[in-house]
């Protein structure tokens, strides 16, 4: 493709900002059509980014000449859209988690692998030159067991979809699913899972229905076991996360606040590139243009996974049993 990518954007609010500015830098892209539900939102991203206003989804799809959507819809918000686009030829962005639940997003990656379209999910965390050291120093390994957290506060005010189990799937499923792809990224796949939960804390939180404690077992393919806990009760500040390794050779590979660390001090020795890396955006528009989908390190139907495993957690704690995660 010669000329810049023409993208579209469905859903205009916070995290599609984010993109929106990033992508203004990028000579190789034009933004062409801004798509909310809230008229006021999507008319304002025009009057900031440029481009043609829209309510309706269909009609950008219809009216709007594009090469690329995307989708920055909270989970629950995810229906026939990335469905259209991709049967009409559109290359996708599609936001972390893809979906809320699996039938839906099985039908999306069908639909994008019979277009053969690029696709793109928004984990950025693969992009940086850590998540690449860490990948290719585990590669080799035997991993013995993987111990990570995700540990915040609450997104959003009382109205917001975050703090309601039917709209976000929770901290685990919404928020978490950085680490949990992570762990994917770098220790493989994730085969099966065991989650407990509970809400002792943010009980007087107006309209909070997720839990604000999960702890769950992961088994991974390799043979490794692992766990990852999450919390939304640190309301006041003090959130963290980490994820230790713990390997062959009997010392830890740990990730955290995006450094990387070997404990104790001196039992190895990884190399972390400093050569700049591509952002998630530049490698979505570079991949569009050279129609390479190898240098996306998520592609929908990777994306899937993560949220099938985290959707297999919260069946799991439904059912109070562990539960395979299904192969999509
Ligand atoms: N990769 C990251 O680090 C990151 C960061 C933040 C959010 N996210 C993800 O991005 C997604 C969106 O999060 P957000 O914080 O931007 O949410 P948000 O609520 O700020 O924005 C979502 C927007 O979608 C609009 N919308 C809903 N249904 C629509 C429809 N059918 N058609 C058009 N617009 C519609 C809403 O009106 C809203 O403006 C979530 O899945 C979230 O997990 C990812």
Redesign the pocket.
Known sequence: MSHPVKVGF???????NSHLRQLTTMENASITAL????EE?ANAAVEQYGGTAYTD?RKMLDEAELDAVYF????F?HSD?EIIAAERGLHLFV???VVLELETGIKIAEAIQKAGVISCV?Y?SRYSNVATAARNFLSDKTIGMVACHRWGGIAGGPDH?WRVMEKSGGMLH?QAT?QLDMLRYTAGDIVEVYKIDAMKINVNQENHTIPDAEVVTLQFESGAVGYITTSSALIHGGGSSRTDFIIEGHFILQLSRGEVQIIPEGAATIEVPDTPALSIDEAFIQAIQTGNQSIIRSSYSDGLKSAAVTIAANQSSLEHRPIRVPVC
């Open positions: 469905i859903g205009t609010g916070g995290i599609a798509c909310d539900i809230v939102r989804y920055c819809l909270p989970p918000a859209a936001q972390k988690p928004g950025q979809w919404e950085h």
